[in-house]
C-alpha cells in the first residue's frame, strides 16, 4: 500500500515525498538502478505538484540517493558504504566483518623496488628498499578501492611470501612481526581515475575516486607504511567525529 502525503502537518510535502521514497530505496521497494516513476507520475501518485516532487528528488539526488541521467531519467544510485578510515586505525577486513558486508582480497603485485623521492621524504631517508604491495578490495562482490602499500623490507624480511588475500596485512605484521602499531595520518584528496584504476574498478575512466594517503607509524613515532588508496566515489563515503572545542 503506498504511503500518503499528510497535507493536513506542518511538515513540509517535498520533505515527505522525499522521505517516502528515501524509505523505499532503503527497504529494496525501489533496488539499485531502478528508474523510479517521471515527475508527472509521482505528482499524480502521490496528489502533489510538480515542482514539489522536483525538490524531494533533487535533494535526494545530492544526497546520493538518486542519480539523473540526462534524457533518460532519474533511478536508484547504488548506496555508499560509510568507513570510519579516517577516524579509526583498523583493518579493511574487521571494519566490512563488522558490517556484515561480504568482502574479497586481490593481491595484484608483491615486489621489492627501491627507493625514490617521496618514500625518502616519507621514511626519513631511513631505508633502501621496500616491499610494493598492490591489492584490490572488493565488497559484495564489486571493486571497491585499489591500494598500493610500501613497507621497509628491513622491517619486515618475508613479508612478501605472505598470504595477504586471506589475512589482513596489519594483522600479520602485529602477529608475524611483532609491530607495535600505533597511529596514522591521513591525507584525502579528489581525483581522477586513470585508465588502469578505472578498469580495475570497474568504472569510466576520469570518474571521481577518493583518493587517501596513508602514514602508519608504530607506537615509537617510526613511520612503517605508506600507502596510497583509490576509492570508488560512487561507493563510499568517509565519517569523522570532531569534538567541539570551546575558546571561553
Known amino acids: 500500500m503506498t504511503r500518503r502525503i499528510q497535507k493536513d502537518v506542518p511538515i513540509p510535502l517535498y520533505y515527505q515525498l522525499k522521505e517516502i521514497l528515501k524509505e523505499r530505496i532503503k527497504s529494496g521497494d525501489l533496488e539499485t538502478g531502478e528508474l523510479i516513476p517521471s515527475e508527472r507520475e509521482l505528482g499524480e501518485i502521490y496528489e502533489i505538484s510538480r515542482p514539489t516532487v522536483r525538490q524531494a528528488i533533487n535533494e535526494l539526488v545530492s544526497e546520493g540517493f538518486l542519480r539523473k541521467e540526462h534524457g533518460r531519467g532519474t533511478y536508484v544510485a547504488k548506496q555508499k558504504i560509510s568507513q570510519w578510515f579516517l577516524q579509526n586505525l583498523t583493518s579493511f577486513s574487521e571494519e566490512m566483518a563488522e558490517k556484515g558486508l561480504d568482502f574479497s582480497t586481490t593481491v595484484l603485485k608483491k615486489e621489492v623496488v627501491g627507493v625514490d623521492s617521496t618514500l625518502e621524504e616519507v621514511f626519513e631517508g631511513n631505508f633502501e628498499q621496500f616491499y610494493r604491495l598492490e591489492r584490490l578490495r572488493c565488497v559484495n562482490g564489486e571493486p571497491y578501492v585499489i591500494v598500493t602499500t610500501y613497507i621497509p623490507v628491513k622491517l619486515a624480511e618475508g613479508l612478501i611470501d605472505e598470504d595477504l588475500e586471506q589475512y589482513s596485512l596489519y594483522k600479520t605484521l602485529e602477529k608475524k612481526y611483532q609491530f607495535q602499531i600505533g597511529?596514522?595520518?591521513?591525507?584525502?584528496?579528489?581525483?581522477?581515475?586513470?585508465?588502469?584504476?578505472?578498469?580495475?574498478?570497474?568504472?569510466?575512466?576520469?570518474?571521481?575516486?577518493?583518493?587517501?594517503?596513508?602514514r602508519g607509524y608504530l607506537e615509537n613515532d617510526e613511520v612503517f607504511e605508506y600507502s596510497i588508496a583509490r576509492y570508488r566515489g560512487d561507493l563510499s563515503n568517509f565519517t569523522v567525529r570532531v569534538p567541539y572545542q570551546s575558546n571561553t
Open 183 to 214: 597511529y596514522a595520518d591521513r591525507v584525502i584528496e579528489a581525483s581522477n581515475a586513470n585508465k588502469e584504476d578505472a578498469d580495475l574498478l570497474a568504472v569510466d575512466s576520469t570518474s571521481a575516486i577518493q583518493l587517501i594517503k596513508t
